[in-house]
């Protein structure tokens, strides 16, 4: 898969050279590459900014610099078999869920663009429909400063699922959220740890009374925690 990722902070995604991500980019597995905005910037000062038509506070990222980037970020496209999927974070757009997670997962090329200020000039959405997918995807109802932090989870998100990426792949299919459930209770040695003792089901070598121990657990601590699961 290859992502790429815009942003006036390029820093910020170091580390994405870490840990199962990076093993995935050094083998090639992943081809991703983070570019800063203000490279497509032609002013003395490579200015991404601008004062709001209509007034009101803080400033909106300018058009032209994000339409060069996605210019030439979908344009390398063209002879493949399908046109990019083009993602921008934002706190008004569909909640990012596993679910999210696993279709973007299936994708060829995307492309992230990360807002600042007070976001960037709405024409740059209709635009980059013209060249592919978009999506304006949230990580949560809260508004933070910039894409970034929302894109470094994105990507760690997708990028787990890709084939190859994460050694075991029956450890991505039992986790919380991959069936609509939040993942069971997870011990580990030894059975006993300030007087705590792990439930003895798991001591007990009876596979299918594990299984059956695990169901139970993850229900009840849907139940408790995300009703609203349930209810979906
Ligand atoms: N004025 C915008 C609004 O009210 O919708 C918020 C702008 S926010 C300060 C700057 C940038 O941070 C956004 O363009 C977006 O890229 C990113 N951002 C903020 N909150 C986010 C969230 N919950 N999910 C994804 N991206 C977010």
Redo the contacts with the bound molecule.
């Keep these: 898969m290859r992502i790429d990722v815009v942003s006036i902070f390029p820093s910020y995604f170091d580390g994405l050279t870490l840990s199962l991500l990076g093993k995935a980019r050094d083998s090639g597995i992943l081809n991703l590459d983070v570019r800063d905005l203000r490279d497509w910037t032609h002013d003395r000062h490579r200015t991404v900014d601008d004062t709001p038509y209509g007034g009101g506070a803080g400033m909106v990222m300018k058009p032209e610099p994000w339409g060069l980037a996605l210019d030439e970020l979908a344009a390398s496209d063209s002879r493949a078999s399908e046109r990019p999927t083009i993602i921008?974070?934002?706190?008004?757009g569909e909640v990012f869920t596993q679910a999210t997670a696993r279709d973007l997962a299936t994708r060829e090329h995307l492309i992230f663009g990360?807002?600042?200020?007070?976001?960037?000039d709405e024409r740059v959405f209709e635009y980059a429909a013209d060249l592919g997918e978009v999506r304006l995807?949230?990580?949560?109802d809260?508004?933070?400063?910039?894409?970034e932090v929302?894109v470094m989870a994105m990507v760690e998100a997708i990028g787990r699922l890709i084939p190859g990426v994460v050694g075991n792949p029956e450890s991505l299919v039992e986790e919380s959220h991959e069936d609509g459930l939040l993942e069971y209770p997870s011990y580990t040695k030894p059975s006993v740890w300030r007087d705590r003792e792990v439930p003895p089901v798991l001591l007990s070598g009876n596979h299918g009374a594990i299984a059956h121990w695990r169901r139970e657990q993850q229900l009840e601590r849907t139940r408790r925690r995300r009703p609203d699961l349930l209810e979906d």
């Design positions: 921008f974070p934002s706190p008004a990360c807002g600042r200020y007070e976001g960037i995807i949230s990580l949560g809260y508004v933070l400063n910039g894409g929302a």
